[in-house]
């Protein structure tokens, strides 16, 4: 059984640039050749593009973790978490300017712990963006003790992480907890005896692909 997420289908993060460039694309219309107003439509389609946020079927089968991110998987493998000082098993998903940047929550659980470090904006899909880039660390801790780190990091072109949960909150699996402006990645720290069922290249959906089971 599968539950239907209700936010809206554009993101509100983008409802100024939308109506911005929309506004830009009617002027030019109006005012200036065709061919100069096609370019400010086509940064308009852009723009509305970018920031829709479609409604999501999410998984509702029990000890599944789905993803937090539209986009490919680049990254598979136990490694050093370094938020929870522990080995973990990670899923690196690259997000381009073409996916969905809605982040949603892989699993349900209570916020414990949120992490944000200053760093740079190198380019996302490159494996030292984890550790160099400016990001932003969920730590979701299961009903049942399952810990699972899910952070968002920006990348060459994303400039802005935007993150709505405090420590504390209790989120549903799939629910929205952030976004991240203009491509990037998230990366998850799940426990080591994570059973994966995504392979590295994999193209995933947010809130509906599901990365495996505990």
């Not at 005012?31 to 370019?39: A, G, H, K, Q, T």
């Not at 992490?115 to 160099?132: I, P, Q, T």
């Not at 994303?158 to 504390?168: K, Q, S």
């Amino acid at each position: 059984m599968k539950m239907i997420d209700s936010h809206p289908k554009l993101a509100r993060e983008g409802w100024f640039y939308v109506a911005l460039t929309l506004v830009a694309a009617v002027v030019t219309t109006l005012v200036f050749p065709v061919y100069i107003s096609v370019l400010f439509w086509v940064i308009a389609a852009f723009v509305l593009q970018f920031f829709r946020d479609p409604h999501r079927a999410i998984p509702q089968e029990e000890g599944v973790v789905i993803s937090p991110a539209d986009g490919k998987v680049i990254f598979t493998g136990v490694v050093d978490d370094p938020y929870l000082d522990r080995k973990a098993f990670k899923i690196s998903v690259f997000m381009n300017v073409f996916s969905v940047h809605s982040n949603r929550a892989p699993i349900a659980g209570t916020v414990k712990k949120i992490w944000y470090n200053r760093g740079l904006f190198v380019n996302a899909a490159l494996d030292k963006a984890s550790a160099e880039n400016e990001r932003n660390a969920v730590w979701y801790q299961a009903a049942d003790g399952a810990d699972v780190v899910s952070v968002q990091v920006a990348g060459l072109v994303a400039r802005r992480i935007l993150c709505y949960v405090e420590e504390g909150d209790e989120l549903e699996r799939g629910q929205r907890y952030g976004f991240i402006r203009f491509g990037s990645r998230v990366d998850l720290f799940l426990p080591e005896s994570f059973s994966p069922s995504v392979a590295l290249g994999e193209n995933v959906s947010s809130a509906t692909s599901v990365l495996g089971k505990f």
